[in-house]
């Protein structure tokens, strides 16, 4: 994979994960969107995901080989932003934390916020793990010396 065809895909994940934080509900009761930053521990999922984007493009643009401990720091805050990411969107018919006061008597739904969110993590993870794909280098043989 080449270069621009990885930052391309971490582009595209880094912009999935903020129209999943800041545009989209993460839960919906009826005619009520639930944005994020009403779910209690959400700063953790924010956090991990900025965190695992800036490390994506350390991995991205980095000029040399693909280092081990970046891959391992993608990996890591991977896991920690789809594991909070899931948690929060499992939390989402808990009304008596997302609501002050009256709490809505309807049916509640996951929304769509949490699956981008998880997509969005994915794409970008995918990105770093294979940027430098085309970035090996080969040693090259001296030419044959003529007598």
Same mark, same amino acid.
Do not use: E
């Given at each position: 994979?080449?270069?621009?065809?990885?930052? +391309?895909?971490? *582009?595209?994940?880094?912009?999935? +994960?903020? $129209?999943?934080?800041? /545009?989209?509900? %993460?839960?919906?009761?009826?005619?009520?969107?639930?944005? !994020?930053?009403?779910?209690?521990? %959400?700063?953790?999922? $924010?956090?991990?995901?900025?965190?695992?984007?800036?490390?994506? *493009? %350390?991995?991205?643009?980095? @000029?040399?080989?693909?280092?081990?401990?970046? =891959?391992?720091? #993608?990996?890591? =805050?991977? =896991?920690? /932003?789809?594991?909070?990411?899931? !948690?929060? !969107?499992?939390?989402?018919?808990?009304?008596?934390? !997302?609501?002050?006061?009256?709490?809505?008597?309807? *049916?509640?739904?996951?929304?769509?916020?949490?699956? #981008?969110?998880?997509?969005?993590?994915?794409? +970008?993870?995918?990105?770093?793990? #294979?940027?430098?794909?085309?970035? @090996?280098?080969?040693? #090259?043989?001296?030419?044959?010396?003529?007598?």
């Amino acid at each position: 994979m080449t270069r621009n065809v990885a930052l +391309s895909a971490a *582009v595209v994940g880094a912009v999935g +994960s903020l $129209v999943a934080i800041v /545009a989209l509900p %993460w839960a919906d009761y009826g005619d009520i969107a639930v944005p !994020l930053s009403r779910f209690p521990g %959400w700063g953790v999922y $924010v956090g991990s995901v900025v965190a695992l984007h800036a490390c994506v *493009v %350390w991995a991205v643009l980095a @000029r040399t080989a693909r280092q081990p401990l970046t =891959l391992a720091a #993608v990996a890591a =805050l991977s =896991l920690v /932003a789809v594991g909070s990411a899931i !948690l929060l !969107l499992l939390g989402y018919d808990d009304a008596s934390a !997302l609501f002050s006061g009256a709490v809505p008597t309807v *049916v509640a739904r996951p929304g769509l916020g949490g699956i #981008v969110a998880v997509l969005a993590i994915l794409v +970008s993870a995918g990105a770093a793990a #294979v940027s430098g794909a085309g970035r @090996r280098t080969t040693a #090259v043989a001296p030419a044959q010396a003529r007598p």
